[in-house]
Structure formats: C-alpha cells, structure tokens
C-alpha cells in the first residue's frame, strides 16, 4: 500500500497523450499523460490480466481502453465505463515537482 508521494519518473519520460508502466513496492501503476494532466491508475484491468500501459489512451474521452477485452476505464475516476469490465481500478494522486512526477495516496 502507497502511503507517501515517491518520485516515479520525469516529466521528459512521458510526451502528451502517452501512457508509461510504473512500479511502486510490488504494484504496478500505469501514469496517463493527457495535455498537461497525469493520472495514475492500477496498472492491471479490473477484468482480466490485461496492463493497461499495453491499451490505448482515448486521451479527449480521459479514458484507457485494456488491450484484452477492450473494456475502458475513466482516468480519472477508475470507473470502469465500458464493459466487459464492471469493477472500477485503483486511482492514485499525482503529483509534478519540478521535472519530476509523483504518485502517491489519492486525496
């Protein structure tokens, strides 16, 4: 469990509406660039063994869609809004210092 902010990656690392895999402890965690907002998402649909990091980012919907059983997940929310899946994924706060990105607990 994330309990604290950990710096992950640069800001360098990900170009607008791109999507990189992360690791923090033993979870993955998929950050999504869209414009100049990130979000951090469970890096594993809700579904099936599917990383989300592997789908396609719907980037003026805000949503990911999971390589498996193309069900889509709201970036924001973790909101599973296109079945097949029906269980939302985990959602984490991100935070930009500087050059670098942060993930951490959600608000």
């Not at 469970?42 to 980037?59: I, K, M, N």
């Not at 079945?83 to 984490?92: A, G, L, R, T």
């Amino acid at each position: 469990m994330i309990t604290e902010f950990v710096k992950v990656a640069a800001v360098a690392d990900l170009p607008a509406n791109g999507m990189i895999a992360v690791q923090i402890e033993k979870e993955e965690i998929m950050i999504a660039r869209v414009g100049d907002e990130y979000f951090a998402l469970d890096g594993w649909c809700s579904h099936a063994a599917g990383l989300l990091e592997e789908g396609y980012l719907h980037a003026e919907e805000f949503e990911v869609e999971c390589p498996v059983h193309e069900g889509f997940f709201n970036l924001r929310t973790g909101e599973a809004v296109v079945p097949p899946p029906e269980d939302p994924v985990k959602v984490y706060g991100v935070r930009i210092e500087g050059d670098d990105i942060l993930i951490g607990p959600k608000d």
